[in-house]
């Protein structure tokens, strides 16, 4: 069996359940491939903040792919990239969004600082418990620095307003990418930022070569992650047309899927 030398796992769908849990086992198995010296970099569209208590949870410390790789920082929390949208370029996507109504809204985020026009709107309630960090009232032209990047434009709705507006900008605004990382949520980033480029950071600070990782993903945004990676591992819940570009797939993420693959990658 080939070793891999480094895993690379997305978060909600993939290391999550469904009620937002860690399982016991999987915790252990994280905390003993730590211990042995094999890095596990927690992958996600979320804030730092909204990352980093789930390493506290589980016990270890390790690099953090934050914003689908939009910022990346090391073992120490220290940047090693961080590549965003311009305010600028921001408040023009933002004036294309929609008006707020009680099923969709929009937030925007800048390093640790979640800025929700909204705070009291249900859906950003909802994210809030979820992620366990809140959401500060304003628009980021009030709460930054003229020179902060915001790293993530998102949009909480029904799947087919979203997608519509994602049509739309797509045409408007090429430097953008426009993702889905849950058929009701909406991410727009700058595009140079990818999970599968902060894979290559992380691999070069080590002095390794991707092909000696794995990686884990459940759904859209994790594909250009999967393809980056020696071996990858689609879960049980993922779409079809992630399930597609992976090399294997494993079972759930409420059936421990994770653990499964783990337990036979690294045994």
């Known amino acids: 069996m080939k070793t891999y030398r480094a895993i690379f796992c997305d978060i909600d769908g993939t290391l ?10 999987t915790a252990k198995k994280v905390r003993e491939l730590s211990e042995r010296g094999i890095p596990f970099v ?7 903040a909204a990352i980093y ?6 016990g270890f410390q390790g690099p953090i792919i934050s914003y689908g790789g939009g910022l990346v920082l090391d073992k120490n929390r220290m940047s090693l990239a961080s590549i965003g949208l311009s305010q600028e370029l921001a408040s023009k996507i933002w004036k294309e ?21 909204n705070t009291e709107h249900r859906l950003v309630r909802e994210e809030e418990t979820i992620t366990s960090v809140h959401a500060t009232k304003g628009f980021f032209e009030e709460l930054l620095s003229t020179d ?3 790293h993530k434009l998102w949009g909480i709705g029904p799947a ?6 994602a049509a739309q900008l797509e045409a408007k605004f090429s430097s953008c990418a426009f993702r889905k990382s849950a058929p009701h949520l909406l991410e727009v980033t700058e595009r140079k930022a990818s999970k599968s480029q902060a894979i290559h950071i992380l691999c070069k600070e080590w002095g390794i070569s991707p092909a000696e990782t794995v990686s884990f993903g459940d759904n859209y945004n994790d594909i250009d992650m999967l393809n980056a990676t020696g071996h990858s591992v689609a879960m049980g819940n ?7 570009v992976a090399t294997e797939v494993t079972g759930e993420n409420n059936k421990e899927g994770l653990l499964l693959a783990l337990n036979r990658l690294f045994p």
């Open 148 to 150: 902060a990047v915001i």
């Open 97 to 117: 969004f929609p008006p707020e109504t009680e099923e969709c809204c929009f937030c925007a985020y800048s390093g640790n600082l979640w800025m929700a026009p």
């Open 160 to 165: 087919g307003i979203l997608d519509k507006i």
């Open 53 to 58: 208590p789930i390493q506290e949870e589980i």
């Open 42 to 48: 927690l992958t996600s569209s979320r804030m730092p």
């Open 238 to 244: 993922a779409p079809r047309e992630v399930k597609q």
């Open 16 to 25: 999550l359940t469904s009620e937002h849990q860690v399982t016991p086992d």
